[in-house]
């Protein structure tokens, strides 16, 4: 009741707010249309246009029903189409996922246009053709993909780049991976596919360039990473020596090389053969000498015997080891090689003789018998020749000889007992 009573209230006062207010402010309207003109006064032509105000909102909201209806139904069968387009997507999937690649194909491209990820639509319909062989058409919905979404050259990209990599097309895939590399830094998809290109088309250069960066980016185990740097640099520094003019490659290589790697017996022989090859033996004697005074190694001690640098001084170090490890085999022979240098004969016969007894092998044996034949004892000659012949036989594969093929077709005692019983028949 008091809300009541304060509304009349209310009403009566604004009521006489504007009854003051149409009498201390008096004017008119006036509208005028070519000859003709129209008049009224300002307080009823400012009820008009209230009124007129009033009517429009109703009208617009009259048509705004009328055509929301049908906004309504585009946005439901857009909806609609994009579900179906959805649930033939998630079917071509499943039939890609099975082996059916040319379901595959059909139904994830049919689905691309009112898919609400077309990117996915034509990338895995581009899988699908290549698993089919059909290469252009898989090149064509690559493209189609790129086209569809911006943004898509990365993914795009790495698609390509891996069906060149099944198609064996290695240069391709490099080609592609590269420009990846230049646009995208450090990119682990990237790097892992650059890793598998550099290691089909052995490309140890790119791969040792490339092996840090994996390693930053934890693609690589410790593990992994220190085969792959082994053979890397094995590699290559092989691949160098051939040529003796590329010795200062080689050194770079070794001077690039990892710490834990200049202590591996296999990289040092190769190093040390690069130098030989080149004319630089004192710095592989060097190489040598200080790998063995703090790894020993006996495919380092075989090769420090057969250096030619200063024989003297060589069989004088090598005799000082030789008295930390006096039953050593392969030291005790590069001990006789170096006597031979220096031609101390009966040196070099007692090097050769301990190392035989220590371990007989047949290199050895060769040794002594060259050396006893040079000094005219051909009987210990030939014997020494003799036991290296049957080492080396010793070494060679079991395999059919003439003699066992004569002995089969010699008859047996019972073929000789059956062409008896049918001479007496």
Not at 85 to 102: D, F, I, N, P, S
Not at 103 to 111: F, S, Y
Not at 136 to 160: C, F, I, P, R, Y
Not at 241 to 251: C, F, H, K, L, S
Request: hydrophobic share 40%; aromatic share 8%; net charge positive.
């Amino acid at each position: 009741m008091r809300k009541l009573v304060l509304l009349i209230v209310a009403g009566l006062a604004v009521g006489a707010l504007f009854g003051h207010l149409m009498m201390s402010v008096p004017g008119y309207w006036l509208i005028r249309v070519g000859d003709s003109s129209i008049q009224t006064s300002f307080w009823f032509g400012l009820v008009l246009l209230f009124a007129a105000f009033i009517v429009l909102h109703f009208v617009l909201r009259l048509l705004s029903g009328i055509i929301r209806p049908m906004g309504r139904f585009r946005s439901w069968n857009s909806r609609a189409r994009n579900r179906r387009a959805m649930q033939r997507t998630v079917r071509g999937l499943v039939a890609l996922t099975e082996g059916r690649w040319k379901k595959a194909e059909k139904t994830l491209v049919n689905a691309a246009d009112d898919s609400s990820t077309p990117l996915v639509n034509y990338l895995s319909a581009a899988l699908a053709a290549h698993y089919q062989g059909h290469h252009v058409k898989s090149q064509e919905h690559l493209n189609q993909a790129q086209l569809t979404t911006d943004g898509a050259d990365t993914a795009v990209g790495l698609m390509q780049a891996q069906m060149m990599i099944e198609r064996q097309q290695p240069e391709e895939a490099l080609a592609i991976l590269n420009r990846l590399d230049k646009k995208l830094s450090n990119h682990p998809q990237v790097l892992k596919l650059l890793k598998q290109v550099h290691l089909s088309v052995n490309d140890w250069e790119g791969l040792r360039r490339l092996i840090p960066r994996l390693a930053a980016q934890k693609l690589i185990t410790q593990q992994e990473r220190e085969q792959l740097e082994f053979k890397a640099y094995r590699e290559l520094i092989v691949f160098e020596a051939q040529n003796p003019t590329n010795i200062e490659r080689v050194r770079g290589l070794w001077a690039d090389m990892p710490d834990y790697l200049r202590g591996n017996t296999e990289l040092i022989v190769l190093y040390s053969e690069a130098l030989i090859q080149a004319n630089e033996e004192p710095i592989a004697e060097r190489l040598l000498n200080h790998s063995l005074d703090h790894h020993w190694d006996a495919r380092l001690v075989k090769r420090y015997g057969l250096l030619n640098v200063d024989a003297a001084r060589q069989l004088a170090k090598a005799e000082k080891w030789l008295q930390e490890r006096p039953n050593d085999p392969e030291l005790l022979l590069a001990c006789g090689r170096l006597s031979l240098r220096i031609g101390q004969w009966q040196k070099a016969l007692e090097y050769f003789e301990a190392s035989q007894r220590q371990r007989p092998n047949g290199e050895v044996c060769a040794e002594l018998a060259r050396l006893y034949a040079s000094l005219g004892e051909h009987n210990k000659s030939q014997l020494y020749y003799r036991h290296s012949v049957e080492m080396l036989a010793k070494s060679l594969p079991s395999l059919p000889q003439p003699s066992d093929a004569n002995d089969s077709k010699k008859p047996n005692s019972k073929q000789k007992e059956s062409k008896t019983i049918k001479k007496s028949a």
